[in-house]
């Protein structure tokens, strides 16, 4: 069992940054992909990046490619996710997941955290 918890989410203006973290505990997590999926109200959730066990492989969603980027500290078992030049359009409850296939569907992650609130607004 992986229990994982988000935080570092919060109220930026538009161009700001933020800095999601996701700890893990119970287990570590080398032997999974971590994924970073948002919610919208109303709106299914919604991939934004993810990155393999070891970290070598990363994939972002065109929304954010560029802004957004992933990276984890397995010694720490600790996945972040680092936010830049925010848009009103990103704000969002953030997810981190955890699964064991590179995929950007969030029906095939197995563990989830509670998720961490970003808003972006003028």
């Known amino acids: 069992q992986v229990q994982l918890v988000e935080s570092g989410g919060g109220y930026v203006q538009p161009g700001g940054s933020l800095r999601l973290s996701c700890a893990a505990s119970?287990?570590?997590?080398?032997?999974?992909?971590m994924g970073w999926f948002r919610q919208a109200p109303g709106k299914e959730r919604e991939f934004v990046a993810l990155?393999?066990?070891?970290?070598?492989?990363?994939d972002y969603s065109d929304s954010v490619k560029g802004r957004f980027t992933i990276s984890r500290d397995n010694a720490k078992t600790t996945v972040y996710l680092q936010m830049n030049s925010l848009k009103p359009e990103d704000t969002a409850v953030y997810y981190c997941g955890a699964g064991q296939i590179r995929t950007t569907s969030y029906r095939t992650y197995f563990y989830w955290g509670q998720g961490t609130q970003v808003t972006v607004s003028s």
């Open positions: 119970g287990r570590s997590l080398t032997n999974y992909v």
């Open positions: 990155i393999g066990g070891s970290g070598g492989f990363t």
